[in-house]
């Protein structure tokens, strides 16, 4: 999943990478065959341990969020040039001794992913977190490991893997930003689902709606969701 996007003047952005070993980097060119690294990009945030990840703003579910950033989508508002890149983000990679699993305290899979926006207002060269946008019904946590007092949770055998690993769709006809997400759910494998939000909103926190029973109707946080493309993942 490679970002890209045009500002104003229709030069071509993109952010590779993940904030962990290498970081995310930002590229500018006129077309993809001639992109050139411009360097690693700056957070005006905190990322890894819970409680000081993401300046301690929570994940929907009310877990403490934490870990790091995958640069999965971006939207450049051509008003302003004001960059909107949506993230994805794991419990289980980057939170050092927070990182959690199903399982307990530990890096690695299964965790659980939830979507996110950073912004920037420099062509990309720093960014703040803007909150979470799209995240799934089901808690992430389970009843054999319950992070921070929580109480409740998935069942291990059954358990959905959170919305991650998603795709941007500009739709220019209906100025909507669609968003493409997975997720895996264990006894029923990997599905695509899909949500949106209109360009007016640029897909801040609170702008998006999940397709579910054939219409935009739930919200992109915790809200209920029908699949869009069934036995798939990683659109």
């Given at each position: ?57 929570a ?61 920037s207002r ?68 990997s ?45």
């Amino acid at each position: 999943m490679i970002p890209l996007g045009r500002d104003s003047r229709g030069r071509l952005w993109s952010l590779l990478g993940h904030s962990g070993v290498g970081g995310i980097t930002l590229w500018q060119g006129s077309s993809v065959d001639d992109l050139q690294k411009i360097g690693p990009i700056r957070y005006h945030f905190n990322l890894g341990e819970a409680g000081y990840a993401f300046n301690g703003i929570a994940y929907p579910e009310g877990v403490r969020s934490r870990g790091g950033v995958w640069a999965m989508g971006l939207w450049i508002d051509h008003k302003d040039d004001t960059f909107y890149c949506y993230i994805h983000n794991e419990t289980g990679w980057g939170a050092g001794a927070t990182s959690y699993t199903a399982f307990g305290y530990q890096e690695g899979e299964p965790d659980f992913r939830h979507l996110g926006l950073m912004v920037s207002r420099d062509y990309g060269r720093s960014w703040d977190f803007a909150g979470w946008i799209v995240t799934s019904p089901e808690p992430c946590w389970t009843t054999a490991f319950q992070p921070e007092g929580m109480t409740g949770g998935q069942e291990p055998d059954t358990r959905c893997l959170g919305a991650g690993d998603m795709t941007l769709f500009v739709n220019e006809q209906d100025e909507y930003l669609y968003i493409y997400f997975t997720k895996t759910c264990l006894g029923s494998g990997s599905a695509i689902y899909c949500a949106r939000a209109p360009f007016a909103s640029n897909g801040v926190p609170g702008a998006w709606t999940k397709y579910y029973n054939g219409a935009f109707s739930e919200p992109g946080n915790m809200g209920q969701e029908s699949p869009v493309c069934l036995n798939a993942c990683e659109p």
